[in-house]
């Protein structure tokens, strides 16, 4: 019984004799606030026409590997298809403010209801008071250690038939660091900020691919013989 209820319910698509035909679509929002969080410095001002080159470059990057990907495994893609892939980059290289304000305020809101459970609103307030600053440093804090440190990454995948609004399956994919992926890249790169995230999109990647291997006659990623 526990294995049906954690059962993708990409195992129950039929997408035809001939197997899936996906159309592609990847999207970024742009959040960006700091541009060594996302390339190498190079004398380039940090401007936010600056911050949405690099974000598009690596929104081309992590489309390209996935094309890439597709054509070792022999998936077709076409803009005609009925099953429509969705990819969007919500978050790349930083922590999004958003994410920093709904942390903080949900150690707020804990603190004024055990006061007001107590019906105490002194302790309410104080309470109040004192998760907001320990929030607002931890989160802040911890933001910056994990901006300047890691490789964050966060991306939504949905897929929908072309033309209906809820779509048949929905994931969000997030990673810190991908050290087997950047192992990858020659030693001498692996440093550049850029290629650290194109690392932690590639994992991204990796994930997705494992998932969308639950739909029926979907190709499977090539075995390497083995020495």
Known sequence: MLGLACRSPLTELRPGPQGPTLHLEVTLEDHSRNLLRLQEAAGEADTPVARAAALKQHRQAFEADFRAEAASRGLRLDPAADLRLELRITSLGEVRPKY?????????????????????????????????????????????????????AVVEARLRRTGDAKPLWDETYYVLWASRELAAFPAAERGRREVQLRASLRKVLGKLLADL?????????????RK
Do not use: C
């Open 100 to 152: 920093i304000a709904w942390g903080i305020a949900s150690g707020v809101a804990w603190g004024v209801g055990v006061g007001l459970l107590a019906h105490n609103t002194r302790l309410a307030v104080g309470l109040g008071a004192y998760e907001f600053l320990e929030e607002s440093a931890f989160w802040l804090g911890g933001s910056v250690l994990m901006g300047r440190w890691s490789s964050p």
């Open 213 to 225: 291997e639950a739909i029926s006659d979907f190709p499977k990623a090539a075995q390497s013989p």
